[in-house]
């Protein structure tokens, strides 16, 4: 029996597609904002598609996880620095998002392949309270990292446009604000990856010194 083709699953396909319209995102980003955001919010989107994708064709693969986050990663931080450029006097702000965004998700993504999960996104019960209601509830988890890009996009949009009046207020502007809490709840959520990561890489060391006092 010939060796699945992990590469050729639908879900990394889709992830393929999704780094192809972040690429095109960041190519435009400095000039035609509509195409940017256009593809970028279209590559998030496609975020959603191929999680679906692979609880639906069980082709859920740790490449697959990697690839996920790292095309988040990237294309969340690719425009945070594009937001540095369009507004410098908020460059420290951005400069730490991109800090938390990226070693909170990468320490939690490694601790679950430690632990032999298959995604990031499968964790235990008992692990968090609060890691559990964002991860087992999909609804909440779609509008945690919806409204999150929705925030930051929204507001590189505001660079370039103010956007259709909404009830006397700029729709890019609007969303801005509605979007700002979840933002920073999301941000939050981000710290405790990273709390609830460092625990599980302790416990890990501490069960791989034990076993070596043994032998």
Same mark, same amino acid.
């Given at each position: 029996?010939?060796?699945?083709?992990?590469?050729?699953?639908?879900?990394?396909?889709?992830?393929?597609?999704?780094?192809?319209?972040?690429?095109?995102?960041?190519?435009?980003?400095?000039?035609?904002?509509?195409?940017?955001?256009?593809?970028?919010?279209?590559?998030?989107?496609?975020?959603?598609?191929?999680?679906?994708?692979?609880?639906?064709?069980?082709?859920?693969?740790?490449?697959?996880?990697?690839?996920?986050?790292?095309?988040?990663?990237?294309?969340?931080?690719?425009?945070?620095?594009?937001?540095?450029?369009?507004?410098?006097?908020?460059?420290?702000?951005?400069?730490?998002?991109?800090?938390?965004?990226?070693?909170?998700?990468?320490?939690?993504?490694?601790?679950?392949?430690?632990?032999?999960?298959?995604?990031?996104?499968?964790?235990?019960?008992?692990?968090? *309270?609060? =890691?559990? $209601?964002?991860?087992?509830?999909?609804? &909440?988890?779609?509008?945690?990292?919806?409204? @999150?890009? #929705?925030?930051?996009?929204?507001?590189?949009?505001?660079?370039?446009?103010?956007?259709?009046?909404?009830?006397?207020?700029?729709?890019?502007?609007?969303?801005?604000?509605?979007?700002? *809490?979840? =933002?920073? $709840?999301?941000?939050?959520?981000?710290? &405790?990856?990273?709390?609830?990561?460092?625990? @599980?890489? #302790?416990?890990?060391?501490?069960?791989?010194?034990?076993?070596?006092?043994?032998?």
């Amino acid at each position: 029996m010939a060796a699945e083709n992990i590469f050729l699953f639908i879900p990394n396909i889709i992830g393929y597609a999704r780094i192809v319209l972040a690429i095109i995102s960041f190519y435009y980003m400095a000039t035609e904002w509509s195409v940017a955001v256009v593809c970028y919010v279209i590559s998030g989107l496609l975020d959603a598609l191929d999680g679906h994708a692979a609880r639906y064709f069980n082709q859920s693969t740790k490449f697959g996880a990697i690839l996920d986050q790292l095309t988040d990663r990237c294309g969340t931080t690719c425009l945070l620095v594009t937001l540095s450029y369009f507004y410098p006097k908020y460059m420290f702000f951005f400069q730490l998002s991109i800090a938390i965004d990226i070693s909170c998700h990468w320490i939690y993504l490694h601790s679950s392949l430690l632990q032999g999960k298959t995604s990031h996104k499968f964790i235990d019960l008992g692990e968090n *309270p609060i =890691m559990s $209601v964002y991860y087992t509830s999909r609804p &909440v988890l779609f509008f945690m990292c919806f409204g @999150n890009e #929705a925030f930051f996009a929204a507001l590189y949009a505001m660079h370039f446009a103010e956007g259709p009046i909404i009830a006397g207020m700029g729709l890019f502007r609007l969303i801005c604000y509605l979007a700002a *809490p979840v =933002m920073a $709840v999301k941000t939050a959520i981000s710290l &405790v990856h990273g709390y609830v990561a460092c625990c @599980n890489i #302790a416990t890990i060391d501490v069960k791989e010194r034990e076993a070596l006092k043994q032998k």
